[in-house]
């Protein structure tokens, strides 16, 4: 069998370098803005959210399809475009929406990053693969022929709220968006870090990216329930372990997440920050400083740092 199982390692590793190097484009955390504008009584409040368009379709909701691009011609599926014609899919970052979603209020899912389903890794999406000699695809054993499953933690609605704090993101105390951004901070910083080796060790690599996760799940309900659907991914994964590169595999699966999962912080962070700034300019102005610090929420260098 070791012949069969390196020839089917090797496909499988093929279309795992496809799936690795096969991302929409993704927003700059870091750069991500939220104005505020000074009502009559000097306090600074959220400007409405004006929908500026997606420049990742450029209002288009549809982006040229990355998932199967490098799949073989004869290739019939593919969870992201269906192999249309048009090899256009829906555009992540937007959620086909073509205008950007109100940051402070939704995010693309931390779980599939906005693609609405969890690629399976072990096939790449393709949904089989060439076992030894045979002409024709056998069924992929981790996802059953599926190519993959429907994203659990956004249901396949692509967006996911945003940090969830009392009263709200917008309005929450400075206390309580310290309180997590320190525990936001922290995940993203041992999230950088995880190197998982999958193999004998996946199960132990897996314990420690859910604890990652949980450090986070009562302030960002949709890491939570990112969980589920990742453990019952690996557990399909580890039914293929008797296959050459099936380590490497289990090892990306979990680092792609945990990739994923950071991108949804670091969003999460910004806009803790913002709101950390709004209530800063509004403090400075209750104390009878200068009632227009913080006008626009875009002059926050001087008024930020605490
Ligand atoms: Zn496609
Ligand atoms: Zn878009
Ligand atoms: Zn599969
Ligand atoms: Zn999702």
């Known amino acids: 069998m070791l012949s069969t199982s390196r020839l089917w390692s090797a496909l499988a590793l093929l279309l795992l370098a496809a799936f690795a190097s096969a991302q929409q484009k993704v927003l700059i955390p870091e750069r991500l803005e939220r104005p505020t504008v000074v009502d009559d009584k000097g306090v600074a409040q959220w400007a409405e959210h004006k929908a500026e368009q997606c420049p990742a379709c450029v209002g288009k909701g549809k982006v040229k399809c990355t998932t199967c691009e490098r799949y073989p011609d004869d290739v019939t599926q593919c969870l992201d475009c269906q192999r249309a014609e048009s090899r256009e899919a829906t555009c992540r970052m937007c959620a086909g929406e073509g205008t950007l979603p109100d940051p402070l209020e939704k995010a693309a899912c931390p779980s599939c990053s906005g693609a609405s389903f969890l690629l399976c890794s072990v096939c790449g999406g393709a949904g089989g693969m060439f076992i030894g000699g045979a002409k024709q695809r056998s069924k992929c054993p981790a996802c059953s022929g599926d190519g993959g499953w429907k994203c659990g933690a956004c249901d396949g609605k692509r967006l996911v709220e945003s940090a969830v704090l009392k009263p709200s993101l917008k309005e929450a105390k400075d206390k309580d968006l310290q309180k997590a951004l320190t525990v936001t901070d922290a995940a993203i910083e041992q999230l950088s870090k995880f190197e998982p080796t999958g193999g004998q060790k996946a199960r132990k690599d897996m314990k420690a990216l859910v604890k990652m996760l949980e450090s986070v799940q009562s302030t960002y309900p949709p890491v939570k329930r990112s969980i589920k659907p990742l453990d019952d991914f690996m557990s399909k994964m580890y039914a293929g372990s008797q296959f050459q590169g099936s380590d490497e595999n ?57």
């Not at 803790?272 to 800063?280: G, P, S, V, Y």
Request: glycine share 8%; net charge positive.
């Open 250 to 306: 289990e090892a990306a699966t979990m680092k792609n997440m945990a990739e994923r999962v950071s991108y949804y912080l670091k969003i999460q962070k910004r806009m803790i920050e913002l709101a950390q700034k709004r209530n800063e300019a509004n403090a400075q102005a209750a104390a009878g400083a200068d009632p227009k610090a913080g006008k626009d929420g875009k002059d926050g260098k001087d008024s930020k740092g605490k």
